[in-house]
């Protein structure tokens, strides 16, 4: 009998889960059970604090929701000088990649509750992002396009290591539009911040912009490329956080950084369009960052002497940054906790540092 009721519990969680504004009377009817049985169910799950409310929304934490790109990252490296319109002899790696997903797994290494919502095929890429990815992020929000790929990012490096062409096949990201995301509206109400990426397209840009203002939701924005900066709206009022590179900045602004003063106006560019907070990242020179306060100011990179492999790395820091604003930390710490992290990933083969915890990363900020 026990086995039973707990079956039973297990699918209207299910349920409520899917849709959290059902009534009574749809419960019964999705779960093939008397209206009778379905309120001694639901009291139960109230007393053992499962639900709550009278809208049955489940008792769960506010989770980060990570928006975008989660994709395969292939890498073919050249043994000799690359002929063109013949087979060249190459090494080659797989890992799994995709902005919205690195950053996902970053956060979920480091204890939060992490919700991805992104687009996927049905494929055996999917089946390997799901794999490596599933430990750190819930991936229930991911929809499936059954004729489409999942996301791939293709490099072909020469024989010094330098990229000779890389492909992108991201089509499959258009499909994150306003109505796929409202199909997952309880999640997102609910989220303690959004971060999107921009692989999503414009109108979804636009939509989380006045989706997270009506709802007071911070919102983060990462760029992924100079090509995509159209996707950004002219107003970022609603934006808590723009992480964005100076080639990424340039491009937007129409502007050359050339030097210190620049790079210093391009901060006070991003604060005058809205953006509450935003960090003008620029290689091995360090980050500019700038607020409402209207102070800049700047923080040099960690310095790394041996590279394992940079890629990553961005991500890593804007979830090191991500991390610690959630946690109310001065803007300092929070700058130096994204330095650190990405710093650490530089030093790691991997594009997501496979030691990175909440405790390591403790140990990590007191290095610095």
């Given at each position: 009998?026990?086995?039973?009721?707990?079956?039973?519990?297990?699918?209207?969680?299910?349920?409520?889960?899917?849709?959290?504004?059902?009534?009574?009377?749809?419960?019964?009817?999705?779960?093939?059970?008397?209206?009778?049985?379905?309120?001694?169910?639901l009291?139960?799950?109230?007393?053992?604090?499962?639900?709550?409310?009278?809208?049955?929304?489940?008792?769960?934490?506010?989770?980060i929701?990570?928006?975008?790109?989660a994709?395969v990252d292939?890498?073919?490296?050249?043994?000799?000088?690359?002929?063109?319109?013949?087979?060249?002899?190459?090494?080659?790696?797989?890992?799994?990649?995709?902005?919205?997903?690195?950053i996902?797994?970053?956060?979920?290494?480091?204890?939060?509750?992490?919700?991805?919502?992104?687009?996927?095929?049905?494929?055996?890429e999917?089946?390997?992002?799901?794999?490596?990815?599933?430990?750190?992020?819930?991936?229930?929000?991911v929809?499936?396009?059954?004729?489409?790929?999942?996301?791939?990012?293709?490099?072909?490096?020469?024989?010094?290591?330098?990229?000779?062409?890389?492909?992108?096949?991201?089509?499959?990201?258009?499909?994150?539009?306003?109505?796929?995301?409202?199909?997952s509206?309880?999640?997102?109400?609910?989220?303690?911040?959004?971060?999107?990426?921009?692989?999503?397209?414009?109108?979804?840009?636009?939509?989380?912009?006045s989706?997270?203002?009506?709802?007071?939701?911070?919102?983060?924005?990462?760029?992924?490329?100079?090509?995509?900066?159209?996707?950004?709206?002219?107003?970022?009022?609603?934006?808590?956080w723009?992480?964005?590179?100076?080639?990424?900045?340039?491009?937007?602004?129409?502007?050359?950084?050339?030097?210190?003063?620049?790079?210093?106006?391009?901060?006070?560019?991003?604060?005058?369009?809205?953006?509450?907070n935003?960090?003008?990242?620029?290689?091995?020179?360090?980050?500019?960052?700038?607020?409402?306060?209207?102070?800049?100011?700047?923080?040099?990179?960690?310095?790394?002497?041996?590279?394992?492999?940079?890629?990553?790395?961005?991500?890593?820091?804007?979830?090191?940054?991500?991390?610690?604003?959630?946690?109310?930390?001065?803007?300092?710490?929070?700058?130096?906790?994204?330095?650190?992290?990405?710093?650490?990933?530089?030093?790691s083969?991997?594009?997501?540092?496979?030691?990175?915890?909440?405790?390591?990363?403790?140990?990590?900020?007191e290095?610095?």
């Amino acid at each position: 009998m026990g086995d039973d009721r707990n079956e039973n519990e297990r699918l209207l969680v299910d349920l409520i889960r899917e849709s959290p504004f059902v009534s009574q009377e749809e419960l019964a009817e999705l779960a093939g059970m008397s209206p009778s049985s379905i309120a001694d169910h639901l009291s139960a799950l109230v007393k053992k604090e499962y639900v709550t409310g009278q809208a049955y929304v489940l008792n769960e934490a506010a989770p980060i929701v990570c928006i975008g790109g989660a994709n395969v990252d292939r890498k073919f490296y050249a043994k000799h000088k690359l002929i063109q319109a013949t087979s060249n002899p190459v090494t080659s790696s797989t890992s799994v990649g995709g902005v919205a997903r690195n950053i996902a797994e970053n956060l979920g290494r480091l204890g939060e509750e992490v919700v991805l919502m992104s687009a996927r095929g049905n494929d055996s890429e999917w089946t390997e992002i799901y794999d490596l990815s599933a430990p750190f992020m819930n991936l229930e929000h991911v929809a499936s396009f059954e004729d489409s790929s999942t996301g791939s990012y293709t490099a072909v490096l020469n024989e010094e290591g330098d990229l000779s062409v890389a492909l992108a096949d991201m089509d499959i990201y258009e499909n994150i539009t306003p109505e796929l995301l409202m199909k997952s509206s309880s999640i997102l109400k609910r989220a303690k911040c959004i971060v999107v990426d921009l692989n999503c397209p414009s109108e979804t840009i636009d939509f989380l912009c006045s989706f997270t203002a009506q709802h007071t939701i911070p919102l983060v924005i990462i760029p992924v490329s100079s090509p995509k900066m159209n996707r950004l709206p002219k107003d970022l009022s609603a934006v808590s956080w723009l992480i964005v590179n100076k080639d990424e900045t340039e491009c937007f602004m129409s502007m050359n950084i050339n030097d210190d003063g620049d790079w210093e106006d391009s901060v006070k560019k991003w604060v005058e369009l809205g953006v509450e907070n935003v960090i003008v990242t620029n290689g091995s020179k360090g980050v500019m960052a700038g607020g409402e306060d209207g102070k800049v100011h700047y923080f040099p990179a960690i310095e790394t002497t041996s590279v394992v492999d940079v890629t990553g790395a961005g991500d890593a820091f804007c979830s090191g940054v991500i991390y610690s604003w959630l946690q109310n930390n001065a803007l300092d710490y929070t700058i130096k906790s994204g330095l650190v992290n990405s710093h650490k990933t530089i030093l790691s083969k991997y594009t997501v540092r496979q030691e990175l915890s909440q405790q390591q990363f403790k140990l990590d900020m007191e290095e610095f």
